[in-house]
């Protein structure tokens, strides 16, 4: 029997990948129209053990998961190593990735070629939405730490753990 004979419904299945330190309301856009568009959406939290983040890799997966949690297709997972291994190994054969700028793009799509010369995972790129288009987890930390007003960038609970942790730097 093939997956088109099964019984079983084929779902279409995606990953947003980030180290989402914090996920912004930028981050929390893509994944909602992402999830729009596929069955089942996996956020993927990259493990970058020569970073040293804001946040613990736990306490984005919690943010992430709390953050998401209405939009019901959504799972939240970490990762190391290479994406299009985490991709294989849950069977994701797309990856969607949002775009700020041009800038974005150059990089993206080295990164995107790879991934499909390395495995045959397709990229898909969303324009970020305009009022996002300047937005980063670097930028609302750094505004953040020098008192300024992040309250629109980054979610209610994620700006009371933001304000918090940086009270205690």
Same mark, same amino acid.
């Given at each position: 029997m093939t997956a088109?004979?099964?019984?079983?419904?084929?779902?279409?299945r995606a990953v947003c990948p980030g180290s989402f330190d914090p996920v912004?309301?930028?981050?929390l856009d893509?994944?909602?129209?992402?999830?729009k568009l596929y069955d089942v959406v996996h956020v993927a939290v990259m493990i970058n053990k020569s970073k040293q983040g804001l946040f613990s890799v736990e306490e984005?997966? %919690?943010l992430l998961r709390e953050t998401t949690a209405e939009y019901g297709n959504v799972e939240v997972e970490s990762f190391?190593? =290479?994406? /299009?291994?985490?991709c294989k190994q849950r069977?994701?054969?797309a990856i969607v990735k949002g775009l700020r700028a041009?800038? %974005?793009f150059d990089y993206e799509l080295q990164m995107a070629q790879m991934n499909n010369g390395l495995s045959g995972v397709e990229t =898909?790129? /969303?324009?970020?939405?305009?009022?996002?288009?300047?937005?980063?987890?670097?930028?609302?930390?750094?505004?953040?730490?020098?008192?300024?007003?992040?309250t629109h960038l980054v979610p209610p609970l994620v700006l009371r753990r933001l304000t918090q942790r940086l009270a205690e730097r």
């Open positions: 088109l004979e099964s019984e079983e419904p084929l779902l279409r912004t309301n930028g981050h893509i994944i909602a129209r992402a999830s984005r997966l %919690d190391h190593g =290479l994406l /299009v291994d985490f069977d994701i054969p041009v800038s %974005d =898909l790129f /969303v324009p970020t939405n305009p009022t996002y288009s300047f937005l980063s987890s670097s930028l609302v930390k750094e505004v953040a730490a020098w008192g300024g007003d992040v």
